[in-house]
């Protein structure tokens, strides 16, 4: 591996592509080798503004060209396996966007192209990268408030989303946070789960879930794109113990409810910039040779199996047993 600047490519060029170069941008220990999407304009624009060296319609084509240390993906969820897949038969690690597929199966086969290289692939689940998600996980899994009884998660979104995001359900493209928390939270796998979205015929909707885990915690999520304004609710995690509970309103505060019951602000304490963490831990594991670790291609699967359990269950009314 190289000791000086890491060569870094980008896919795809779309909203998530340009949070990752505009936080590439700011560093000063890589370079951004090259970018790669389909849009002339959206790679103009990064060659533009965050300095990427070359610019691709494809990003398999890219990878060939520049060669680099690592490679972001932030394309559309359909293509994520095919591009995370060429990338891993180079030996080019991989921080891949949420979700890593679109069913386990996708996992699965990531799961399989990552066992045969000498890379890695680093999922995208941002929220473990989160300085008051991962305290307030800590808090829960500490033992402080005995065994954990269950997860409630909040996560609304304003309705430009349904417009945005015409192609890719809610369950994948915001739920899908919240599951990953619910699994870092319990260690358990979604065991049986209904699913309930009202309106059912459009996205702009909520989306309602309760399920039980292999842990023995239950599970209780709420997601809406149906907000007019971007002035959405904060996210929200209450996680119910047998011997109290914590909560955590991003942004506002983390409050624990026991024997040492206690409130920690958040709005004093500097901006979370969990996107600057996770990329540093990618960029740490390219220099290393080594996964990083915090998040796996394995929990990524268990997420998709529940996403899958989760829109299965949406489709019958009824409830999904894994």
Partial sequence: MPQDKLKIAVAGA??????????????????????????????????????AKAAFADPVAMLDAVVPDGLIVATPGHTHVAVATAALARDIPVLLEKPVGLTAADAEALIAAEATSKAFVLPGHILRFSSPYRRTVAIARSGELGAILSVTGRNHR?????????????????????????????????????????????????????????????????????????????DRVEIVCEMGSVEMELGIAIRVFGRNPREIDLRSEPADDMLATELAAFLDGVRAGAHPGVVTLADARNGLRATDAILRSLSTGGVVTL
């Fill in 158 to 234: 304003d309705d430009s989303h349904a417009v945005r995001y015409p192609d890719i359900d809610p369950v994948l493209m915001t739920m899908v946070h919240d599951i990953d928390l619910t699994l870092w939270i319990t260690g358990g796998e979604l065991q049986s789960v209904l699913a309930l979205r009202r309106p059912r015929d459009t996205f702009r909707s909520e989306t309602l879930i309760t399920g039980w885990d292999t842990a023995g915690a239950m599970w209780h999520i709420s997601n809406a794109w149906t907000v007019p304004t971007a002035g959405i609710p904060p």
């Fill in 14 to 51: 779309g909203a998530f592509g340009r949070e990752h170069l505009a936080s590439l941008a700011l560093r000063d220990d890589m370079v951004i080798a090259g970018v790669a999407d389909p849009s002339k304009a959206a790679t103009d624009f990064a060659v533009a503004s965050f300095g």
